[in-house]
Nanobody, 123 residues
């Protein structure tokens, strides 16, 4: 049973930083991907970025490039989303998700989801 537990959300002023964590348990796939998504009120869940757990390679949405960094710590089976230079439009609920195979960037590509953590960026 895959479980994902997120933490690290909060309220931050524009230009500030936050680091989200996603602790994964029960993941036994040989080549899997952790994705990060954001959902603003009344909007669809948008892709932020992903990391290949075995290779550590990453892919980012255009809105995240240069500001956000995804990493992972194998010993803790935990992924991180470091967000810098935050903007009010980054506000939303952030979700981590697991895809049992490589790649994927649509919500439907991912099978397991965390509970989400709220990030609010004030102007």
């Amino acid at each position: 049973q895959v479980q994902l537990v997120e933490s690290g959300g909060g309220l931050v002023q524009a230009g500030g930083s936050l680091r989200l964590s996603c602790a994964a348990s029960g993941v036994t796939f040989s080549s899997w991907t952790m994705g990060w998504f954001r959902q603003a009120p009344g909007k669809e869940r948008d892709f932020v970025g992903r990391i290949s757990w075995s290779r550590g390679s990453t892919l980012y949405a255009d809105s995240a490039k240069g500001r956000f960094t995804i990493s992972r710590e194998n010993a803790k089976n935990t992924g991180y989303l470091q967000m810098n230079s935050l903007k009010p439009e980054d506000t939303g609920v952030y979700y981590c998700a697991v895809r049992p195979t490589a790649w994927g960037r649509r919500p439907n590509d991912f099978d397991f989801w965390g509970q989400g953590t709220q990030v609010t960026v004030s102007s």
